[in-house]
C-alpha cells in the first residue's frame, strides 16, 4: 500500500523492537509516518512492537533482516517500497555493545570485530543503498533525512570498552561523508548522540550511572535520559522541523558531554 497525502512519508528505523528503536518508530508513526520496523529475525519482540504500534493508530509493517549483513540491505528495502512506497527517512538504528567488557589491553578480535560490523559496517552499506536509490530518483525533492544513533562514546572514550568506542568514532565519519553526497539532494544528514538512557541494554549498569548523576552532577539536566528523548530529536529531523542543519551532531545528553572546568 503506497502512502496518503496524510503521511508524512515512509520512514525504517533499524533494531527497532525495542528501547530507542522502538521508540523513534512510535514517534515517527505519531508523527505521520508510515513506518517499517526493523530487528534481526521474526519472534516475540517484533510481534510486541508491531502490535503495540497498530494499537495506537500507526501506519506501520515489520520487515526483518540481520542489517549488518549488506546482502539483506537490497531486499529488506524492495519490501518496504512494495509495501509503502519509497523511503523518505532511514534510522540507522540498529547496534550492539561489546562481547565482553573488559580493560583494552584484553580486547579480543571477536569483540572488536562484532562492534565494527554492526555499529559502523552495516549502517554504511545501508545508507550506500538508501544513497543510491535517492539519486536514482530524479527531480524530486521532498525531504527526505538519514540519521544514524551514534552515541556519546563517539567522543568520549571509555577504557572497559574501548572496542565500541571505536565503532561509534567511525559512525560519526560515516555521518560527514553521506551528508556530502546527500546534502545537495536534498537529504538531510545527522549524527544523533544518545547519553545515558535507560534501556535493556543499558540495565546491568544505570543504577551506577543514576548514582553519578544525583551525587556527582554527571550530567547537567539531573535525570537518566529515556528513549523517548532520542526519539523526539530524531522526529524533528525527519518532520523537517530543523531544515537548515545537516552533517551535524545533535547530542541527545543531558549535557553530559558539555566541556566543563
Known amino acids: 500500500m503506497l502512502r496518503t497525502k496524510a503521511q508524512s512519508g515512509v520512514a525504517?528505523?533499524?533494531?527497532?523492537?525495542?528501547g530507542i528503536g522502538v521508540a523513534i518508530a512510535m514517534k515517527l508513526a505519531n508523527r505521520g509516518f508510515a513506518v517499517a520496523i526493523n530487528g534481526r529475525e521474526e519472534g516475540p519482540g517484533m510481534d510486541?512492537?508491531?502490535?503495540?504500534?497498530?494499537?495506537?493508530?500507526?501506519?506501520?509493517m515489520a520487515v526483518a533482516g540481520d542489517m549488518s549483513k549488506p546482502e539483506n540491505h537490497g531486499p529488506v528495502l524492495d519490501r518496504i517500497e512494495a509495501e509503502l512506497g519509497p523511503l523518505d527517512c532511514l534510522v540507522c538504528n540498529a547496534g550492539v555493545g561489546p562481547l565482553r567488557r573488559s580493560d583494552i589491553l584484553e580486547v579480543e578480535t571477536d569483540s572488536f570485530d562484532h562492534c565494527m560490523?554492526?555499529?559502523?559496517?552495516g549502517p554504511f552499506f545501508l545508507a550506500q543503498e538508501f544513497a543510491r536509490r535517492v539519486a536514482g530518483s530524479g527531480a524530486d525533492r521532498r525531504h527526505r533525512s538519514l540519521i544514524?544513533?551514534?552515541?556519546?562514546?563517539?567522543?568520549?572514550?571509555?577504557?572497559?570498552k574501548a572496542e565500541y568506542c571505536v565503532s561509534k568514532a567511525a559512525v560519526a565519519m560515516v555521518v560527514k561523508v553521506f551528508a556530502m553526497k546527500l546534502s545537495p539532494l536534498g537529504v538531510q544528514v545527522a549524527?544523533?548522540?544518545?547519553?545515558?538512557?535507560?534501556?535493556?541494554?543499558?540495565?546491568?549498569?544505570?543504577?551506577?550511572y543514576a548514582r553519578r548523576i544525583r551525587d556527582e552532577g554527571l550530567t547537567l539536566t539531573p535525570r537518566v535520559g529515556q528513549?523517548?528523548?532520542?526519539?523526539?530529536?530524531?522526529?524533528?529531523?525527519?518532520a523537517g522541523d530543523l531544515p537548515y542543519l545537516t552533517g551535524t551532531v545533535l547530542s541527545v545528553d543531558g549535557g553530559l558531554s558539555m566541556a566543563r572546568l
Open 117 to 121: 560490523t554492526a555499529n559502523a559496517r
Open 191 to 208: 549524527d544523533i548522540r544518545p547519553g545515558i538512557i535507560e534501556t535493556d541494554l543499558s540495565a546491568p549498569v544505570i543504577q551506577e
Open 48 to 60: 510486541r512492537a508491531l502490535d503495540a504500534m497498530r494499537k495506537a493508530g500507526g501506519h506501520v
Open 12 to 18: 525504517l528505523v533499524t533494531g527497532s523492537t525495542r
Open 148 to 160: 544514524f544513533i551514534s552515541s556519546a562514546n563517539a567522543e568520549a572514550a571509555s577504557l572497559n
Open 227 to 238: 528513549p523517548d528523548d532520542v526519539a523526539q530529536a530524531v522526529a524533528a529531523i525527519a
